[in-house]
């Protein structure tokens, strides 16, 4: 646990780094090239930065040992931190689109309002976008290694960034065209990206915190292989449980009366061994009734 904290850590201070240049890069850029989208585009970049920090934080905490206060481990932590991380890209995503919004309605009332952009904020969005996708490797690579909630976040998230920077490059070479109008709707389409992206990391954070269900086909597939096991004769309770990207089960079986206590006890044991080995379930509990 403790090697998985920190070698999610480096992946974290990596982006964390390469969000401050982009942020620096973008909001430079933008604000002397006269860039609304590559602005657009330096604000997400900024709260990306409050998104490493933030995980940096919590795979301190969240990957921590069980202890007495917290015998179920601190994993919960980080689905505290996604919450907080999805409401920050929520508030991003209506900052940018109002921004976006307000450049539009300029434009259209008065056009010598406008400024073309230059050409430097092309070569800078290109240079951001070259990073992004850098970040995205590493970050899904951690995720498919690691399985770890926040880090797979954050790489949807780098994802999202890479779609936006691209809007920017294509808006910046079409304003430097002439079709000024194109770096609003480009802060626009960012906006809605980012605010899609943070209501449904909303939904699944609040479904790891309230202790939600896993799909049913998820709680069938189990149920059968509780069945299947010998001397089960009937599933009579199965309860099963988000915890993060894990799984907690607590279920009721049926054996014959004619069993001794040692027979049972050991049917119940292959019940419990067989579902934490085959699925990703921290913890299986069984429960035995006579019949």
Not at 73 to 78: I, L, N, R, Y
Not at 91 to 107: D, M, P, Q, W
Not at 132 to 158: E, M, P, T, V
Request: charged fraction near 15%.
């Amino acid at each position: 646990m403790k090697k998985k904290s920190k070698s999610l850590q480096r992946v974290i201070v990596i982006s964390l780094i390469g969000n401050l240049l982009l942020t620096t890069l973008k909001l430079a850029f933008g604000f002397f090239g006269n860039s609304q989208s590559l602005l657009s585009d330096g604000y997400n970049s900024l709260a990306d930065i409050m998104v490493s920090i933030l995980l940096l934080i919590t795979t301190k905490v969240a990957y921590k040992k069980p202890d007495e206060t917290h015998p179920y481990g601190h994993q919960k932590f980080e689905g505290i931190m996604y919450f907080l991380l999805s409401l920050l890209l929520l508030f991003t995503a209506l900052g940018i689109g109002y921004s976006g919004v307000e450049h539009f309605v300029r434009i259209i009332n008065d056009s010598s309002s406008s400024v073309v952009p230059g050409l430097n904020t092309l070569i800078a969005s290109l240079i951001a976008l070259s990073i992004k996708i850098f970040l995205f490797i590493i970050n899904q690579k951690a995720y498919l290694k690691y399985r770890s909630l926040s880090i797979g976040a954050d790489a949807q998230n780098h994802l999202f960034d890479i779609f936006s920077t691209l809007s920017a490059v294509i808006s910046i070479f079409l304003a430097l065209n002439g079709f000024l109008f194109f770096e609003s709707i480009a802060s626009v389409f960012i906006a809605a990206m980012v605010f899609k992206q943070s209501y449904a990391m909303i939904k699944d954070s609040i479904s790891f915190l309230v202790d939600q269900a896993p799909e049913q086909d998820v709680i069938n597939h189990i149920a059968t292989t509780i069945e299947n096991v010998s001397g089960v004769v009937t599933v009579d309770d199965l309860k099963v449980r988000k915890h993060m990207n894990q799984l907690y089960v607590d279920v009721e079986i049926s054996v014959s009366k004619a069993l001794s206590l040692e027979e049972a006890h050991d049917i119940s044991e292959n019940v419990h061994d067989k579902v934490e080995d085959i699925y990703d379930v921290i913890h299986c509990m069984v429960h035995v009734n006579p019949i």
